[in-house]
């Protein structure tokens, strides 16, 4: 007898029944080790990055597999919010799926569409080939697949923020989440997260969800804007990625040892010269 199997609980699922915001953090290496490492910290959320970082199927399922063990939640983003490729992360058995770049109520739809079984969507059919289902192993999996899965969108430009109301309003988004960087990118604020007006349209969004009823993320790296967007209402903040921990963790290491061992050997030339 085969095993019958059970999903664990998405994201949506989690927000809905935790009595604190949840934490999370980017891996964005596309290293399966460093899933598991981020999957073990304590954290709640572990998004696993193929917009921005050098990531494909083969090392999106290597991932999964190795938080899998973990008391963790992997949320994926995809590079776009293409069908087909959305089919496919489904397929590798993604539950917590982070569409980029939704600008309006139509493109929300559009997701939704991509990530439902026919009649109410178009999600191609290939459960007894695929993850998603445990090869069929998951009882009933056809007619439940929608409830195995959460989608949450990406509010990022100053188009999405004018339309974020309509946004969250989408039957069948979980969730939202913020990206100050595009956002102030969008506003002509480049690199100015923590200008007053990403500030507003980032409070904006977050408003707009909770008066819907669904959760709001945000991402921040700067503790104090985490505080900041959590005081406010958000229900899951990322805090921080493998790739940035690692690049600041090295840097100080060479600020550190390096630095040090120029003004000690600065000192010994010094004491040097003083001897003879």
């Not at 083969?58 to 994926?76: N, T």
């Not at 899965?149 to 039957?171: K, P, R, T, Y």
């Not at 506003?187 to 923590?194: A, D, E, K, S």
């Amino acid at each position: 007898m085969p095993v019958r199997m059970t999903l664990p609980p998405t994201l949506a699922d989690r927000l809905a029944t935790s009595d604190r915001p949840l934490v999370g953090m980017w891996v964005c290496s596309g290293s399966a080790l460093n899933a598991e490492i981020a999957a073990g910290s304590g954290l709640d959320v572990v998004l696993i990055d193929a917009e921005h970082s050098p990531n494909g199927p083969e090392s999106i399922i290597a991932q999964l597999h190795a938080v899998a063990a973990y008391p963790v939640v992997p949320l994926v983003r995809p590079p776009f919010g293409d069908t087909v490729v959305i089919k496919q992360y489904l397929d590798l058995g993604v539950q917590n799926l982070l569409v980029p770049m939704v600008d309006s109520a139509e493109q929300a739809t559009e997701v939704v569409r991509a990530v439902r079984y026919p009649p109410l969507g178009v999600r191609g059919v290939g459960s007894a080939l695929a993850r998603s289902s445990r090869w069929n192993r998951v009882p009933g999996y056809l007619a439940d697949a929608s409830s195995t899965i959460s989608l949450f969108v990406q509010v990022e430009s100053q188009s999405a923020v004018e339309h974020v109301a309509e946004i969250v309003a989408v039957d069948g988004v979980d969730g939202i989440l913020v990206g100050p960087a595009d956002l102030a990118a969008s506003m002509g604020h480049l690199g100015g997260q923590g200008h007053p007006e990403v500030v507003d349209g980032v409070l904006r969004s977050i408003r707009a969800a909770v008066a819907a009823g669904k959760p709001c993320g945000v991402n921040a790296f700067d503790p104090a804007a985490a505080d900041r967007y959590l005081a406010a209402g958000a229900a899951f903040v990322l805090v921080g990625a493998d790739v940035s921990l690692l690049a600041r963790a090295s840097e100080a290491l060479a600020a550190r040892f390096i630095a040090d061992a120029s003004v000690a050997s600065d000192a010994s030339t010094d004491a040097q010269r003083a001897s003879y």
